[in-house]
């Protein structure tokens, strides 16, 4: 089996001049400097809307994309914005997404393009073979009615049939964007790698929409929230927030629920990763009363059944379950049950054998480091003198020999399927840059490449002092 190679990065993290990643030229670039490095994948974050705090993993809707992603220079090239639009929303790229700026000014520029666009054929196609999309962009439309995503306070159920309108032709630019991108990536012989977050914002269409699939009172208000129990990364565990699912409803309808989302991935991506995948085997639950993790408990996920239920769309694609953390003999059964690959990072090794190099099976990926993590750079820093000479000896990295090289080396040698590298541990940085700062701040999420030449030439390097792809 050939061992194969990707980088991670999310589309915000593209260089170009427009304030943050987008599905443009530059990343027809990016693509083309994987396939000429002998990299073969391209794993990125959800591309869905984010929250407030701009994180992708608390959407208004896992079917949406992030209008800001939409490609404002194919727009141009339609015919639909001017130059002068381009020319006002050029920015230099410090190395990050620059959000106020986007809030700003984006949409209003999105907007006039809205206003020229006439193909309308081809745009009452593609909502009437999405209908998730469509209900997305009737809860926007309601949303912006009543100044609020929270539809517990919607006053009104009226709403601008343009504004809804507006939404559907941002779908349709993002996805026919988007599809074009991943077409190019294919006949570079670079395959995608997409994330589906396992949880939606309460504020979300998928739940305003489908309320009977989750753990609701008589008023629609959630019982229990998503979270995470204690555990050595936090003592008091986590509540994450999200409403959680009716598995029992769900699985009364055949799990199409849940069936509808691997479908619609599974045209987008060659590959998902399934985000929490241990909440499918079991979940822990927080009261929404106290929000306080340490009064949770588990809940039994729907297993196997589900992803018997939905083979046909999960078998054209790699499926990797994001089983970090604290996890069970259940949740490798199920791994095993269902083919897919287990998830495995470095940064784990020195707290669970699983994740030392040398006891990667095939049916794995391995990372230096995911989105959550330290860098590579950063996580050697964060290591006390002791824990660093305890890494050496665990992976037989002698002392003449750089560290961070040597870690490099013994994951390529192993026997998992896919190496990914985040783009930050192909550059070599530290924690300053890390993707996600688990801090509400202007920087969150919002690292950026800020010079692709400049990549290119790093990843040449990298692959060639590490020797790592022949």
């Not at 061992?3 to 990343?27: C, Q, R, T």
């Not at 727009?75 to 700026?101: A, E, M, P, T, V």
């Not at 499926?319 to 998830?343: A, C, H, P, R, W």
């Amino acid at each position: 089996m050939k061992k194969e190679y990707g980088i991670l990065m999310p589309v915000f993290s593209m260089d170009n001049a427009y304030a943050i990643g987008s599905f443009g030229e530059m990343a027809k670039k990016f693509i083309d400097i994987l396939n000429e490095n002998g990299f073969t994948w391209w794993q990125i974050l959800p591309l869905c809307t984010t929250d407030n705090l701009n994180s992708p993993y608390n959407s208004t809707s896992i079917y949406s994309i992030n209008p800001y992603y939409i490609d404002l220079e194919m727009l141009f090239l339609k015919g639909l914005i001017s130059h002068q639009d381009l020319l006002n929303q050029q920015i230099h790229n410090n190395g990050r997404c620059d959000y106020l700026h986007l809030k700003k000014t984006r949409m209003h520029i999105l907007y006039k393009a809205f206003l020229k666009f006439t193909n309308t054929k081809e745009l009452n196609n593609f909502i009437g073979n999405n209908p998730q999309i469509k209900k997305f962009c009737k809860f926007q439309a309601l949303s912006e009615k009543n100044h609020t995503s929270e539809w517990q306070k919607w006053t009104s159920l009226d709403y601008e049939k343009e504004i809804e309108r507006f939404w559907q032709f941002l779908q349709y630019e993002a996805y026919m964007q988007w599809d074009s991108l991943k077409q190019y990536a294919n006949s570079k012989n670079v395959k995608i790698m997409g994330d589906l977050p396992m949880y939606s914002s309460y504020c979300s269409s998928d739940v305003y929409f489908f309320p009977h699939f989750y753990q609701f009172d008589e008023n629609k208000k959630p019982i229990y929230l998503s979270g995470a129990k204690p555990d050595d990364f936090s003592s008091v565990g986590q509540c994450w927030g999200h409403p959680v699912y009716n598995w029992e409803n769900i699985r009364n309808n055949n799990f199409c629920f849940w069936i509808d989302k691997f479908a619609h991935y599974s045209k987008l991506f060659d590959g998902i990763r399934l985000d929490h995948f241990r909440g499918f085997e079991s979940y822990w639950v927080v009261p929404s009363t106290t929000k306080n993790a340490l009064d949770g408990h588990y809940e039994k996920g729907p297993g196997f059944p589900l992803f018997s239920a939905a083979k046909k769309h999960l078998n054209s694609m790699i499926v990797v379950g994001e089983d970090l953390g604290i996890t069970t003999n259940s949740v490798q059964d199920l791994i095993n049950k269902t083919g897919f690959y287990n998830m495995r990072v470095l940064q784990y090794c020195l707290i669970n054998s699983e994740d030392l190099p040398v006891n990667y099976s095939q049916n794995c990926i391995a990372y230096t480091g995911t989105h959550d993590n330290h860098t590579l750079k950063g996580y050697i820093n964060s290591l006390g003198t002791a824990e660093r000479n305890e890494l050496r000896q665990i992976l037989n990295i002698p002392y003449t020999e750089s560290l961070y090289d040597g870690i490099v080396l013994k994951m390529c040698q192993s026997n998992a399927k896919i190496i990914f590298f985040p783009l930050q541990d192909i550059i070599g940085l530290d924690d300053n840059f890390v993707f996600n700062t688990h801090k509400p701040s202007v920087y969150n999420w919002s690292f950026r490449l800020n010079k692709l030449e400049s990549f290119e030439k790093t990843l040449k390097k990298f692959v060639k002092d590490k020797g790592i792809i022949s």
